[in-house]
């Protein structure tokens, strides 16, 4: 059975290939493989859930990075914890994040990629907004700002995962809500003997004008170019 493991991840690794005909035929081997002796990805790579913790560089868990967060972790198929830093004992937010490891370095990344670009794009719609003597409420209109391009961006790649998806729906694949749980297990399994507390979801006060100026910039993000730019992305994060 390795060998036939082993067989499958190499043709997985040639279906990331350039040649858009080598990457075809090679997924489609792959496929069929994984078919005849029922295997997933994830028992082909050999990836198990893990339990990683990481911190930031800011003590607060501000609205607009705490849905950025939980929406990256449901595109990502993670579970997680969130925990805030304290002034007076000198720690900063940090994050549990459990799931697949593949999974994980996917989140990291892109959180760190939109985050970035959430800091440059509001500073420039902060200024334009000062510049044009139309803002009242500067602080609630940037945040609105920053949360419209947030949600933009992550229904773009809520997109962009569905079409691969659909495109390539003879791939088997674990389901999300599989994944999910599991990586939910395994959390709430480490942290048995604590009190976890899970917050409802909450209500933001957003300014509808300046919430679709944010998606309307975003709109205009490429993110084939968070892909391909992946190792020159500063990842402002880091494990413990």
């Not at 990291?108 to 939109?114: K, T």
């Not at 006060?205 to 910039?217: F, R, S």
Request: proline fraction near 0%.
């Amino acid at each position: 059975m390795e060998n036939i493991k082993e067989k499958i991840q190499k043709l997985l690794n040639l279906a990331t290939s350039d040649n858009e005909h080598e990457a075809a035929v090679a997924l489609s081997k792959a496929t069929e493989l994984m078919n005849k002796w029922n295997l997933d990805i994830a028992e082909v790579t050999g990836q198990k859930v893990k339990l990683e913790v990481f911190e930031f560089s800011f003590i607060r868990w501000t609205d607009e990075y705490r849905d950025l967060a939980v929406q990256l972790l449901t595109i990502s198929s993670l579970y997680a914890v969130f925990q805030a830093g304290s002034k007076k004992r000198n720690s900063f937010a940090k994050i549990h994040i459990s799931g697949r490891p593949r999974d994980i370095e996917n989140f990291v990344y892109l959180f760190e990629f939109i985050r970035t670009k959430v800091e440059k794009e509001s500073q420039k719609y902060k200024l334009s907004i000062r510049k044009s003597g139309s803002g009242e409420r500067n602080h609630l209109e940037t945040k609105s700002f920053r949360i419209g391009f947030i949600d933009q961006l992550c229904e773009k790649l809520r997109k962009s995962k569905s079409e691969f998806f659909s495109s390539n729906n003879s791939l088997v694949c674990i389901d999300d809500e599989v994944k999910i749980q599991e990586a939910k297990d395994h959390l709430y399994d480490f942290f048995k003997n604590d009190k976890i507390h899970v917050r409802d979801e909450r209500v933001v006060k957003v300014l509808d004008q300046h919430l679709v100026a944010g998606k309307d910039v975003a709109n205009e993000i490429d993110l084939n170019v968070a892909v391909n730019g992946k190792s020159q992305v500063k990842i402002g994060m880091k494990a413990n």
